[in-house]
């Protein structure tokens, strides 16, 4: 075969898709219990979306996304994140009117057109949640909760860390950006070309950088909290004061900036020391100028996206494991299958795991099978049963068996499927 998948892009096996089923249910079963309903949103977007949201001078606008004109000339582009999405969604559903106090969750791929490394494809996964309608400290400190209790689900609260930080409001940050290219300009040879550029469109991004000499350079910056006007000082501390009290240990990042230019006030990481240089599963923060800029009224919101790719490589791919049935239907003969059909289906109705083999192998074939398979018993549906109107049921694990009426089967394993749950 000479087609092969694309650069980036990977198969999700059986085997593998156990582990995002576990994520997927650990994010259902957390995110519901905080309130939040899920939401699906379309994999393609218009550009502008994207382009009027993350903004014009990120990475993501200006090199990573996936973006072509459609056969009616529209430029549309594969999503690269999903709160611009979901704000989106929001207003043009009437979600701002009907449930302007909304929580959303929501799970799925992501498409960004960079270099492939360790737990970053150009097809990877996000699960996310924003909440819209609330700009008290409360709500902030809920939805950093709510991400603690998700990894601590996992059992990975051991193994991450927390670190928030303040951008303040747009005042704070116009402060603050005139006092870093103020600091950064006599600088400015020192940083890659990037952030040369950088420097003049976008003086935040510089401080993200994770060039080696950028991060040098930036050192000794000024501290952006230094500039927070009093309100958003007062906010930052509360939720802080909020997560202590909640017993949410953090830490405070005064350099972390995000990548993205909507964010304000609040901005969090949830970082591992076990995946090297790309440590952050986690990442989001309080956008509130979002809505109002995608064309909404001004509703406050905040939220935050999780690495599926990342939190596999957390988790390990033994972190859940294929269900064993209880039991596999053996048989011989035309008749014995018809049988053993029969009974599977029964018991598959009251929620059993039965195993079967359409193939008439012989038996010591059927139950090498059933021992691969893990099952606890295997039901032995032989000529000599179908005629006596019974089946065998063995016990492999103890080694007993148990001759049983048909009418008996599905009682007993019943009883035996109670006892295991």
Known sequence: M???????????????????????????????????EEIRLPLLEETRLFSRSIGEATDIVEKEMYTFA??????????????????RAY???????????????????????????KGRL??????????????????????????????????????????????????????YVGRLREHLRPRAEGLCENCRRRLEVNPLRVIDCKSVHCREVTADVPSLLDDLCG?????????????????????????MVRGLDYYNRTTFELLSGDLGAQNAVA???????????????????????LGVERLILLLGADAASRPRPLVTLIHHGAEGLERALVLRRELLGRGILADIDY???????????????????????GEDEVAAGTAALKDLGAGTQEVLAVSDVVRRLTEASS???
């Open 2 to 36: 000479d087609i092969r998948k694309l650069k980036g892009f990977r198969d999700i096996l059986p085997g593998e898709a156990l582990v995002w089923q576990h994520i997927e249910a650990a994010a259902r079963r957390v995110f519901g219990l905080y309130g939040f």
């Open 70 to 87: 459609d056969t009616g000339g529209t430029s549309v582009t594969l999503r690269p994140e999903g709160t611009a999405s979901a704000v």
């Open 91 to 117: 207003l043009e559903n009437g979600l701002h009117r009907t449930d302007p106090k909304a929580k959303l969750y929501y799970m799925g791929p992501m498409f960004r057109r960079e270099r492939p490394q």
């Open 122 to 175: 150009r097809q990877f996964h996000q699960v996310g949640a924003e909440c819209f309608g609330w700009d008290e400290p409360g709500a902030d400190a809920d939805v950093l909760c709510l991400l603690w209790d998700f990894f601590g689900d996992l059992g990975l609260s051991g193994r991450v860390s927390l670190e928030v930080n303040s951008l303040g409001c747009a005042p704070d940050r116009s402060r």
């Open 231 to 255: 309100d958003c000082a007062d906010h930052f501390a509360r939720v802080r004061r909020l997560l202590d009290l909640q017993g949410v240990p953090h830490a405070v990042n005064p350099r």
């Open 283 to 305: 990442a989001g923060g309080r956008y509130d100028g979002l809505v109002e800029t995608l064309g909404g009224p001004a509703v406050p919101a905040l939220g935050f996206g």
């Open 359 to 381: 193939e008439s192998r012989s038996f010591k074939a059927q139950f090498r099978a059933a021992d691969r398979a893990g099952s606890r018993f295997a039901l032995v549906l």
């Open 419 to 421: 006892v295991d749950s």
